[in-house]
């Protein structure tokens, strides 16, 4: 059973603190990492993807993988309000295969 | 680029009578798209995986008669539920894959369906 598991929070931060948010995966051989960002009645956008080892950046985001220990982290600097979501974490275990995405954690960023 | 497109947005029907849920890949082709239905305060339940020109593979415990879809080109899938009832009364969202962008999943803005 392939699984994707997340802290479903909520996770509060204050204003222009870093939010990080963590996702571990079942399957050491798993390919890709997604991370998509959900507001209240909207569906899922798509923040980043990572595929290797290490840090991505991608404005106030960055994603951080270590396959080794089956983790992949997002991290958002400077949060702002409007950062207030959901944040889902999906994996794809094998290429041309489905994601398989976590439940979410709702992160609540305080003016 | 990369857009995905869903119509209706909101549709409400009455019991018993059938939907159907349009979801376009504009700008690229996808060779897998993806439905999914969210309950509120839940997180995404994958329904099913269509390719196009086969048969949609249902997850288990999606009813295949119920919800029917169809992917017959690589820039169209359509979900119908048939015979509605309110407990399928739900937020229903479609995704799809771009086939030249490293597998990445792009999803439509969803189509509320109330069935009263």
């Known amino acids: 059973q392939k699984e994707v598991e997340q802290n479903s929070g909520p996770l509060s931060v204050p204003e222009g603190a870093i939010a990080s948010l963590n996702c571990t995966y079942s399957d050491r051989g798993s390919q890709s990492f997604f991370w998509y960002r959900q507001y209240s009645g909207k569906s899922p956008e798509l923040i980043m993807f990572i595929y290797s080892n290490g840090d991505k950046e991608d404005g106030r985001f960055t994603a951080q993988l270590n396959k080794a220990s089956q983790y992949v982290s997002l991290l958002i600097r400077d949060s702002q309000p409007s950062d207030s979501a959901t944040y889902l974490c999906?994996?794809?275990?094998?290429?041309?295969?489905?994601?398989?995405f976590g439940p979410g954690t709702r992160l609540s960023v305080l003016p | 680029g990369a857009v995905v497109s869903q119509h209706p947005s909101r549709v409400i029907c009455k019991s018993g009578t059938s939907v159907k849920i349009e979801c376009r890949s504009l700008?690229?082709?996808?060779?897998?798209m993806f439905w999914y239905r969210q309950f509120p305060k839940q997180s995404l339940m994958l329904m099913a995986t269509s390719n196009e020109g086969s048969k949609a593979t249902y997850e288990q415990g999606v009813e295949k008669d119920k919800f029917l879809i169809n992917h017959a080109s690589l820039t169209l899938s359509t979900l119908t539920v048939t015979s509605a009832h309110p407990e399928d009364s739900s937020f229903y969202i479609c995704?799809?894959?771009?086939?030249?962008?490293?597998?990445?999943?792009?999803f439509g803005p969803g189509t509320r369906l109330t069935v009263t």
């Open positions: 999906a994996v794809n275990f094998s290429y041309g295969q489905n994601f398989v």
């Open positions: 700008d690229f082709q996808a060779t897998t």
């Open positions: 995704s799809a894959r771009d086939r030249d962008r490293h597998y990445e999943q792009y």
